[in-house]
């Protein structure tokens, strides 16, 4: 195991009876990465994270953190990571110093250290102006920081986080993915989370896991083309550059003829059309359809290409094994 791989699991397994919550993962996470680990319910991430933290024995395969094999020195796994579940196991009749504290003491660090973490750990996630109070009169939002805090008290070098945005509103979780970005500068980050906005926001790369297995693992943007498809977005006026009329349909028979486009879709536009164009990812119809707007004399008001969007990608890697799942569930 190389000194930059952070997190290792190799052929990892979980059986519950006959059915397989994790069915051989395997997958390496580096040195200041932050990664995001994708999957629908029931598709073995919190399994997994609770293996690699200790919390689960596998029932087969290797995994280690930090190089510590989790069987075999869970221990020395538990001192090299901070890990906040979905929910922060919080002591609510406690003030937050209190909890820090606490959490400190846990962790056997000696009251000078404790003064210097606490200090850091409270500016990184914005608790100075709650230090004092009791958890149980915090927000979500705050609680969720005071979660962070903890897991981040003793300067681990890797952070196992489990859909720690889950209860919080639109801003909490913006503020939460500047912290977390802010942290992951310095460390390993494995970020399970549902929403792929925020992978897309905090993370450059993604493991995607369905039916326990691990059915895509890369950049984002190497992910992205596992579609096969890009879109270029085309618009054009209402009206052409001469001043005639220009109809939705005429625009829309015109781009389904270019060589190379598999489907045409129209998007809402205000006095404009909008389509969708997609292609085969190696296919670039920019050119084309420049040419072809310059030919029919439209007004181009944009033209841009990107490829096929996280959600849809995702959504194609897992909704196979959805069905499948709910089929064996009815039989």
Known sequence: MSSDVMIQTQDLAKSYGSFKAVDRISFEVRRGEIVGFLGPNGAGKSTTM????????????????????????????????????????????????????????IRELDESTFKKRARSVVEVCGLAQVLGKGIGELSHGYRQRVGLAQALIHDPPILILDEPTSDLDPNEKTEFLEYLKRIGQERTVLLSTHNLNEVEAACARAIIVSRGRVVADGALADIRAKSGAVRTTLTVGAQSLSGQSVSEAEVKAALAGVNGATSVNALPAENS????????????????????????????????????????VFRDLTLGDERKNRELSAA
């Open 50 to 105: 609770r293996i690699l933290t200790c919390y689960l024995a596998a029932t087969g395969g290797t995994a280690k953190v930090n190089g510590k094999d989790v069987f075999e020195d869970s221990l020395g796994v538990r001192q090299s990571l901070g890990y906040l579940p979905q929910r922060a196991p919080l002591y609510l009749d406690m003030s937050v110093l209190e909890y820090l504290r606490f959490a400190a003491e």
């Open 273 to 312: 059309f909008r389509f969708d164009v997609t292609s085969a990812q190696d296919a670039d119809l920019r050119a084309d359809l420049f040419r072809l707007a310059v030919a029919k004399g439209w007004l181009l008001l944009e033209l841009s290409r990107e490829a096929q969007a996280l959600e849809d």
